[in-house]
């Protein structure tokens, strides 16, 4: 599909300025724009990018005054987020080619199920089970009894959800997620085996979140393991039992967080991170990827860096000279050897 | 269900020290222990906590001599372990709702299948394989040909098991286990591609192991890749191909073991730890979070830490360093410029 | 099933120097040899392992000069590779017990696939999905709408293909692979909150790729991501949106690479390795396990270790520093105290 400027303009009630006819085939975030891509600049932060980006086409603000030459086209709306939301609805059809519950899927008698749902082949849904309106269950998906999911939400297909779990609206899960598996908790025993401590809280998962392919989170001990509305995870992360995750806070792949931490909202932790047990960490905490986080950071807004982490600019200074060791350890050696001799000199005198 | 001290002090045979009428929702680890929760003492190295919890109910031994004030109601009984077990079964229902082998579910003509198993929708049961007595297996399971599955076991759903692997008694998979994958193992030829090299052995897991939810354990090239008894594996591990890891070894989400690498027994490893393939690992090794093991640990219960590890003690002072670099190399060039003075002020006497 | 050397040789058309009658049970990588194996040398880097295994047969070109006494069986052949190549077709049937479309599969009417297939049960194959002949999809794997899958590819157990994603010839996916999930792209909100960015692109995977157990790759924000021919990944590897990975590189499992990022090809990657976004690592480079990259790599065939990572020989050369710093803090304090006496001394002269 191509579109131009000016039929997008059009759809979005905007204002053109620059060539109407650059035709569009898909959006682009405004830092990897390309040439036939339309971007946003909706966060000021972002601004710096409109003046580089190589999309066709840029949507701003009706108030957006440029600092310097922008070269793409500017469409000028009145809310940017909202038009991106229309734009995403013309470009981008997320809507599978199946409706209805399919004569393969198994929904058991007690699973209150709206009207409108889609339930792919294969799926089960457990006894006693809810599934909001307008949710999209893929094929080959099992929800456990008890489960609970909330409207507009996408289960990708192998999804697996245990007893009791809930999720909220507008939640997104890939492929083979699995949510509410075991916490690891173990009491050892004298003779060194261990004895298995029954899981039997849930994971509650609040609305809007999305969860990336081959994430686990486990289910709490007691009480639930709590990923918070707005919290973006991305694949084969580690969420273990009774962890919170807060609001809005984005977890790139591969990281892991051990039982009951407390992620703070708004965070952003880098990829193969990793938090230990039993600590907290504040709102907009900044973490560098395969960090290893082994204490509370009570400070808001700090950016940390290393295993273990220290601040982040202490982290790079201190890498800075890690890096010159060797040569520091000549320099040591040099000193020693110029020492010996003033002090022979002395003896000398 | 809420149940007094006083009615598991009576299921259990025990004798009560304490409030009789406290009301108990749930276990707890003594550590983690809630109001209105049950902990269990048992090993003495955990004490402490006896003096800490906050559980309303501690399980311990009739021989326990208190020494300092325990604010929980206490039970005193025989056997901790055994009383636990008995409490789990009150507590901690982990019996799926099906029974027996389920319509939609597949087992092949010459599997052998005890009586009494669950086999949930969906689930296929390979030719000539073999599923013990009182084994749950839950919907869309995967069980190759000639697996053999021991008595008392549960498989998640989609756990998925390769060809010829077996697993012991009173195993648990969680959901989307991978079991006797390919190792990863290629011959680089003159022209830089790869020939695959057959991977031919199996993985034998023995019994009482429980293997977190999207844990991969690869299948040997030849003989087999073993995971003792009673070893515990958290989330998201790699285990590669002729691996080996010892008794009662528990392994944290998102470790890594890289191929022929053997893990002693009693051993704690970390999560996200790595260990580089071919070495030996002592038994009751641990290994510190994100830890690089590179070469093999011969004596018995070293701790190590760091990437590549050292010794516990000696990563943690050499990082104590780290952190101060930048202040020892001003205090370097701050002995270079004394130095440079003093031997100025030699020469000018 | 046990071979004679002699009956191996005759298979190929190989000649025998050593005992004829020695007995062989499968094949074996020559440094991992075991009596009763049969292992290969084609790659004169590895000659010197053809003087330590204890393979029972190796298998050599016919023009090979052993250097040092050689105790296994030698067979000489023309061709090393196509000769091993056959000796997998005898030692390793790696195909399945199954045929054509199952009952229980499910291929949609406007799926084309080939008549020589074969497609287990549960399996779902999508609207205008392509199936090329002689390729394997095992149960409960899922095939979305569009999806094109090449000759002779094998698809393990619980596979996840997402719309639109391309598979070239002879690959090999492992249980629980997810391919073409959304890619990590989020646009941040003035009040803290996420917009989902639309993944449209897909997922390439050319020809001779193998892909370890719940490994993940992102489909692109826009455009491919693209898997290059005889590309080897790993289990649990973590591909983001739009990354590229070169011809014949193999990653170790656990591994992640960040959005964009390009990797050459003939590259070796380290497990738990993780890459930025954004960078090009040239061709042949070396990435040690857990080592982290957050800048471009221009020099081929470059060794890196570290995180953030140095050149290899200059991180060894840092670390060793790194090791022995507690003691060169304390050979500065003792350069300090020196020369605080030989200021004293000099003053008191």
Redesign the interface.
Known sequence: MQISAKAIADLLGGKIEGNPDVLIH????IE?G?VG?IS?L??P?YEHHAYSTKASVLLVSKDFVPKAPVYATLIRVDDV?AS??AL?RQ??D?KP?FQGIDK?A?VEDTAEVHAEVAI???S?I??NAKVGQGTII???V?ID?GVVIGANCIL???V?I?KGCQLGDDC?L???V?IG??G???????D?????????GNVIVES?V?I???T?I?RA??GSTIIKA?A?L???I?I?H?VEVG??T?I???A?I?G?TKIG??CLIG??A?F?GHIQIADGTKVQ??S?I?KSIKKENTAIYG??A?AYN?FL??????????D??K??KA??E??KH??A??KA?
């Open positions: 898909g959006p682009s975030k990897e390309q891509t946003f909706a966060n932060k987020y991106v939301a995403l470009f981008g997320q080619n393969d198994f792919g082949k294969f089960i457990g006894k893929y094929p080959q099992y009894e990708y297909p192998g697996k245990y997104i890939h492929a083979n699995v598996s075991d690891f908790g173990f009491a050892p025993k004298p060194g085996s261990f004895e298995k401590i029954p899981q039997l809007k999305e990336g392919a081959n686990v486990d001990t007691m707005g973006k991305d694949n084969l580690q273990a009774n609001e809005n984005a790139a792949a591969q892991g051990a009951s909202k708004n990829g193969q990793g230990v990827a395969q290893g082994n295993s273990p220290l202490d200074r201190s890498y800075a000279v890690f890096r010159n060791l060797p520091l350890s320099q040591i000193l020693q110029e020492i003033l002090k000199s002395q005198e």
